[in-house]
């Protein structure tokens, strides 16, 4: 086991619908790409809670009779991603504990940098750790909070973090959302049908045909309940710091994120690098799938003739997030394949995110 950052994970969240858990599934589907190592879904009725995590992509994970046994008009769901180390079924989320404060489950996508202190701290004051996952952390924060309410041991943990987070917590009545100060993650809420939800990314949003409202601001706190959304804002507020990784690479291209289409973003990063570094070339070829859209950006800004002269295997997922680097390496050789005849004697403008 080990304690490297799990930091890019796919997070869902929906309340006030008959089928909440299968739409968390098909949210969970559209959020694949955020992870590949687990995928879990808890779910609640108002009285009883139901969970199920399983190791592998969402369709391994899940199967008709489990769905089935997901009751409840609301549930929260999770993808896991991880970069090295083991793969543990106990490190899958969400998470999920009882407390004096009544059960949480918790989904968390991000990296908290002060992980190790706080774990430390609290083992030392005899909290045992089922997990190596620096989300169990706010479970233990939000038990041991001398707080009555559960919002407000939920501000208090929070203000106790630094770091990535985007939370979907769950409890017997709520649904409630959390974004760090900075917003270095995205996390977007929707309707749909006159319930809520909550998703990594608006492509979620639109599998399961809800509407896009806006996005979860830095450093707010959404409360979801029967008494409908309730927003917080209670700490100071941060410089925004978003991640130019999920422009480049890591959200799927029909997302919006931070206010702006990923497709249209990595376009228009292909005509600056076109403008900044211009070619006497033949052609130009992404290396797929991320490095498309600003292939045709470069193409379209430098008039050269845009190939796909690297075919995928899409039968291999994203090797950037295997948990080794033996088996990105090896998943890189199966993945793809050039075309030769194209490629024969030309100069070649590659483009790679």
């Given at each position: 086991?080990?304690?490297?950052?799990?930091?890019k994970?796919g997070?869902?969240?929906?309340f006030?619908?008959?089928?909440a858990?299968?739409l968390?599934?098909?949210?969970?589907?559209?959020?694949?790409?955020?992870?590949?190592?687990?995928?879990?879904?808890?779910?609640?009725?108002?009285?009883d809670?139901?969970?199920?995590?399983?190791?592998?992509?969402?369709?391994?994970?899940?199967?008709?009779?489990?769905?089935?046994?997901?009751?409840?008009?609301f549930?929260?769901?999770?993808?896991?991603?991880?970069?090295?180390g083991?793969?543990?079924?106990i490190?899958?989320q969400?998470f999920?504990?009882?407390?004096?404060?009544?059960f949480?489950a918790?989904s968390?996508?991000?990296?908290?940098?002060?992980?190790?202190?706080?774990?430390?701290?609290?083992?030392?004051?005899?909290?045992?750790?089922?997990?190596?996952m620096?989300?169990?952390?706010?479970?233990?924060?939000?038990?041991?909070?001398?707080?009555k309410?559960f919002?407000?041991?939920?501000v208090?943990?929070?203000?106790?973090l630094?770091?990535?987070y985007c939370?979907?917590?769950?409890?017997?009545?709520?649904?409630?959302?959390?974004?760090?100060?900075?917003?270095?993650?995205?996390?977007?809420?929707?309707?749909?049908?006159?319930?809520?939800?909550i998703?990594s990314?608006?492509?979620?949003?639109?599998?399961?045909?809800?509407?896009?409202?806006?996005?979860?601001?830095?450093?707010?706190?959404?409360i979801?309940?029967?008494?409908?959304?309730?927003?917080?804002?209670?700490?100071?507020?941060?410089?925004?710091?978003?991640c130019?990784?999920e422009f480049i690479?890591f959200?799927?291209?029909?997302?919006?994120?931070?206010?702006?289409?990923?497709?249209?973003?990595r376009k228009?990063?292909g005509?600056?690098?076109?403008?900044?570094?211009?070619?006497?070339?033949?052609?130009v070829?992404p290396?797929?799938?991320s490095?498309?859209?600003?292939?045709?950006g470069?193409?379209?800004?430098?008039?050269l003739?845009?190939?796909?002269a690297?075919?995928r295997?899409?039968?291999?997922?994203?090797?950037?997030?295997q948990?080794?680097?033996?088996i990105?390496?090896?998943?890189?050789k199966?993945k793809?394949?050039?075309?030769k005849?194209v490629?024969?004697?030309k100069?070649?403008?590659?483009v790679?995110?």
């Amino acid at each position: 086991m080990n304690n490297y950052p799990k930091d890019k994970c796919g997070v869902f969240g929906i309340f006030g619908h008959p089928h909440a858990a299968r739409l968390t599934y098909l949210g969970l589907y559209a959020l694949q790409h955020r992870g590949q190592e687990s995928a879990g879904i808890v779910s609640c009725d108002g009285a009883d809670v139901y969970s199920h995590r399983g190791m592998g992509l969402v369709a391994e994970a899940f199967t008709e009779e489990i769905l089935s046994s997901l009751k409840g008009h609301f549930a929260t769901g999770h993808v896991r991603y991880s970069t090295t180390g083991s793969s543990l079924l106990i490190n899958a989320q969400p998470f999920l504990v009882e407390t004096s404060k009544g059960f949480i489950a918790v989904s968390h996508n991000g990296n908290l940098v002060n992980s190790r202190s706080l774990r430390s701290s609290l083992e030392k004051k005899g909290a045992i750790f089922q997990s190596t996952m620096d989300s169990e952390i706010i479970v233990h924060l939000i038990a041991r909070s001398r707080k009555k309410s559960f919002e407000e041991a939920l501000v208090d943990s929070l203000s106790k973090l630094k770091g990535a987070y985007c939370f979907v917590f769950m409890t017997r009545d709520s649904i409630i959302a959390a974004r760090d100060p900075n917003g270095f993650r995205p996390l977007c809420l929707g309707l749909l049908d006159g319930g809520f939800v909550i998703a990594s990314e608006t492509c979620a949003l639109d599998l399961v045909q809800a509407k896009y409202v806006r996005d979860v601001e830095p450093g707010e706190i959404l409360i979801i309940n029967k008494e409908g959304l309730h927003s917080k804002k209670p700490f100071p507020p941060a410089r925004h710091s978003f991640c130019i990784f999920e422009f480049i690479y890591f959200a799927r291209p029909d997302s919006s994120i931070f206010g702006q289409s990923v497709y249209l973003a990595r376009k228009n990063l292909g005509y600056h690098l076109a403008r900044e570094s211009p070619c006497d070339a033949d052609l130009v070829m992404p290396i797929p799938d991320s490095g498309n859209y600003a292939a045709l950006g470069f193409s379209e800004e430098s008039g050269l003739p845009f190939e796909m002269a690297f075919v995928r295997n899409h039968y291999i997922g994203r090797t950037f997030i295997q948990p080794s680097q033996f088996i990105r390496d090896f998943g890189v050789k199966v993945k793809l394949n050039p075309v030769k005849e194209v490629l024969k004697d030309k100069r070649i403008v590659v483009v790679e995110d």
